[in-house]
């Protein structure tokens, strides 16, 4: 079945520092690919997202590239700020007989440090 | 526009008690869907409805409901509380449910005792 795997944490980074959370998944097809993020005690946000391969999705300071032939959507922000500390979940979601549903990788935490 | 709104925020039940909890999507949205987040599992796909008919489940027990309204506003229900049912509970709308974007709301907090 289709499955995502995220990078495990936590990742402890130093402000302004170069962020990377990495992201693989399986799944038939070509499904879209998401990244959330949750800040303590508060649901999750979409950071963005990317529906087909080679889409760019790009939000405050993050991106994100939907690589088909490796499978991939890793994060990256060229410099994190303490704000940024949270969970950071991929997601893939696959409409075809399965609506409504996203499956999520485990979260990867981080930490930034003044 | 208002946001996905969850209703309790927080909840305090005895095992063998029941529980509803309530969700309102972003207007406009027709689908609702369900997800239980814990620390050992994660975030685990219950279930979603669209025009008030359910169109997809995940691995749950029977235990497990839910219901959507002709406003797609949605309930969830979990009778016969266990304490492995202690959790954050996250209803996420959109706008048609397939490959759309889903919202999520703040979530509800149960704890079962």
């Known amino acids: 079945g289709d499955s995502v795997t995220q990078m495990e944490g936590p990742v402890t980074l130093s402000e302004e520092a170069f962020l990377t959370i990495n992201c693989t998944y399986t799944?038939?097809?070509?499904?879209?690919l998401f990244w959330y993020v949750q800040y303590p005690g508060e649901g999750l946000q979409l950071l963005l997202k990317a529906t087909k391969a080679d889409d760019k999705g790009s939000n405050k300071g993050f991106e994100a590239t939907y690589r088909k032939e490796t499978t991939s959507f890793h994060l990256e922000k060229g410099s994190v700020q303490v704000s940024d500390s949270a969970v950071y979940f991929c997601a893939l979601s696959h409409g075809s007989g399965n609506t409504g549903k996203l499956i999520f990788g485990q979260g990867t935490t981080l930490q930034v440090k003044p | 526009k208002a946001g996905v709104t969850q209703t309790p925020r927080y909840l305090i039940k005895t095992r063998g008690q029941q529980v509803t909890l309530s969700c309102s999507p972003i207007s406009g949205h027709r689908s609702v869907s369900w997800y239980q987040q814990t620390p050992g599992q994660g975030l685990q796909f219950l279930f979603e409805y669209f025009s008030e008919t359910q169109r997809n489940k995940g691995n749950f027990p029977g235990r497990f409901s839910g219901r959507q309204f002709s406003n797609s506003r949605s309930e969830m229900n979990v009778s016969t509380l266990e304490l492995g049912d202690s959790a954050l509970y996250l209803c996420?709308?959109?706008?048609?449910?397939?490959?759309?974007?889903?919202?999520f709301g703040p979530g509800t907090r149960l704890t079962v005792l």
């Open positions: 996420a709308s959109s706008l048609q449910g397939t490959t759309d974007t889903q919202y």
């Open positions: 799944a038939t097809g070509y499904p879209s």
